[in-house]
């Protein structure tokens, strides 16, 4: 028997929002540039309804708050840099904050 109506099946992968800040991180720091451009990779593979999904990707994630916003902080590199990112699970949109070394991460000043 012939469809006339198929059933599309359609999935939502993941956006992010924000590469540029990644380009010129990795153009200053050349070792980042592989392991930022496996994360991109990954990230528009996914499909994220929820942190747990997010932390199935990517054990090494954190959620960090500061004031009323929440982060989901990425470790790259094997955590020689900190990706800063708001993400929309609902939305599959990752907004990325900021791209930072570690020790500059840890300075906090990305949380103004």
Request: charged share 30%; hydrophobic share 40%.
């Amino acid at each position: 028997m012939f469809d006339l109506f198929p059933k599309c099946i359609h999935n939502v992968y993941v956006k992010i929002i924000g590469k540029l800040i990644l380009q010129e991180f990795w153009q200053q720091h050349k070792r980042a540039k592989k392991p930022l451009e496996r994360w991109i990779q990954v990230v528009e593979e996914a499909e994220w309804h929820n942190f747990s999904k997010i932390k199935q990707t990517f054990r090494t994630c954190d959620v960090v708050k500061s004031d009323d916003r929440r982060f989901v902080v990425f470790d790259i590199g094997g955590n020689k840099y900190r990706l800063v990112t708001t993400v929309n699970c609902e939305g599959q949109i990752v907004v990325i904050k900021a791209a930072l070394i570690h020790s500059d991460y840890d300075k906090e000043k990305w949380k103004d």
